[in-house]
Every structure is written in C-alpha cells, then in structure tokens.
T-cell receptor
Framework: QQPVQSPQAVILREGEDAVINCSSS?????VHWYRQKHGEAPIFLMI?????EQKGHDKISASFNEKKQQSSLYLTASQLSYSGTYFC??????????FGGGTRLMVKP | DTGVSQDPRHKITKRGQNVTFRCDPI?????LYWYRQTLGQGPEFLTY????????KSRLLSDRFSAERPKGSFSTLEIQRTEQGDSAMYLC??????????FGPGTRLTVL
C-alpha cells in the first residue's frame, strides 16, 4: 500500500524544472509532500486535500487528482537548495501517512 | 526553540537490551506520531496519539514496541529486547489535527 514515486532520481541544472509523481492504489483523503536533506528531518512542503484545498510554500506547486489517486509536485526554476530527497505521504482512512520510497533530486550549478 | 525535540539523538545498545526514546512535540499540537526510517527509505508509520489516546498502531509493529503519551504532551517509545533489525532512525512528528506534520531531528538507534 506504499505509494509509488517516480522518477526515483533526477539530476537538474540550476534553473531547470522537474516534476515528481506519486501514485497510490487506494482512495486518498490527502497527500503531503516533504523534502529531506541527508542527516536531517523531513521538512513540510505542501499538503493537498480532497476537494481541492491546498496549503504550502508559495514557491512550490502541486496537483492532486482524486479520481486517479495521483499527485504531482512541480519544481520550477530549481535552485541548489532544492537538492534532497522528496517524499510523498498519502493519507487514507485512519489519519496516518504512508510514505513513498522517495525521489532523489540533485541540482547542479 | 519551539520545534519538535527528541532525546537522545543517538543510542548504541547491545542486542537484547531495552531502550527508551523521548519526544517533546510542539506545545499546541494535539497529535503525535512515531515513524521509523531506514537508509534510502521513506518514514514508516509506527503509531500515533491524539492527546493521550493511542489511536492507531501499525500492524507491522512488534509487541516489543510500546509507546505512551501519559499527559498528552511528551511521548516515549520503548523497544524491549532489541534486535539488530531494530537499527534505524526513529522520527517523531506532531501536528494540529490532520494539518502538516512537523518532524523532530530523530533518534538514531544502533543495535550491536
């Protein structure tokens, strides 16, 4: 029941864009996105709720297709600080998050 | 500092010993979560509390694991008779309801 993230890894040049996808096999109430740098705790980026409500950082955008149980995170004009591992966490029944395996993003100068 | 704190940050123990970790959530948050994370994987849900009530526990969680949040504030996670497979980073997070979860720095457990 772990959501599937794609791609598993991506390398960008500074200023390039990227899309990270998250797909679940179960009905979802919400999708949460986090970024984790090596040796640090995950940091909240975005939450997308069933019904269209979103909450997150201004420079991050994401979409949530409730019918397809999919979410995508859009990173535009990437900066070096965007490097890290991105996790989606899906919330179904039970108020608990199930995290995907992560997408490793490296932004190079 | 008003973030989530965890103690200790590192714990090395011998197989068979018991260990206890503490988590202090953000004070106004009513939910507290415990996760386990191994290298290269996402956090794996263990259990969560709403105030002092433990509302959900992972079916994968061994009976050797127990968690408490006696006064609805800090929480402890105890692992009895540790095994080498318990070696991981144990993360605590807190939230207000289903809002975003704020993670602590984690406790890295090494079982020898």
């Amino acid at each position: 029941q772990q959501p599937v993230q794609s791609p598993q890894a991506v390398i960008l040049r500074e200023g390039e864009d990227a899309v990270i996808n998250c797909s679940s096999s179960k009905a979802l109430y919400s999708v949460h996105w986090y970024r984790q740098k090596h040796g640090e705790a995950p940091i909240f980026l975005m939450i997308l709720l069933k019904g269209g409500e979103q909450k997150g950082h201004d420079k991050i955008s994401a979409s949530f297709n409730e019918k397809k149980q999919q979410s995508s995170l859009y990173l535009t004009a990437s900066q070096l600080s965007y490097s890290g591992t991105y996790f989606c966490g899906t919330e179904g029944a039970g108020n608990m998050l199930t995290f995907g395996g992560g997408t490793r993003l490296m932004v190079k100068p | 500092d008003t973030g989530v704190s965890q103690d200790p940050r590192h714990k090395i123990t011998k197989r068979g010993q018991n260990v206890t970790f503490r988590c202090d959530p953000i004070s106004e948050h009513n939910r507290l979560y415990w996760y386990r994370q191994t290298l290269g994987q996402g956090p794996e849900f263990l259990t969560y509390f709403q105030n002092e009530a433990q509302l959900e526990k992972s079916r994968l969680l061994s009976d050797r694991f127990s968690a408490e949040r006696p006064k609805g504030s800090f929480s402890t996670l105890e692992i009895q008779r540790t095994e080498q497979g318990d070696s991981a980073m144990y993360l605590c997070a807190s939230s207000w309801g289903s809002d975003e979860q704020f993670f602590g720095p984690g406790t890295r457990l090494t079982v020898l």
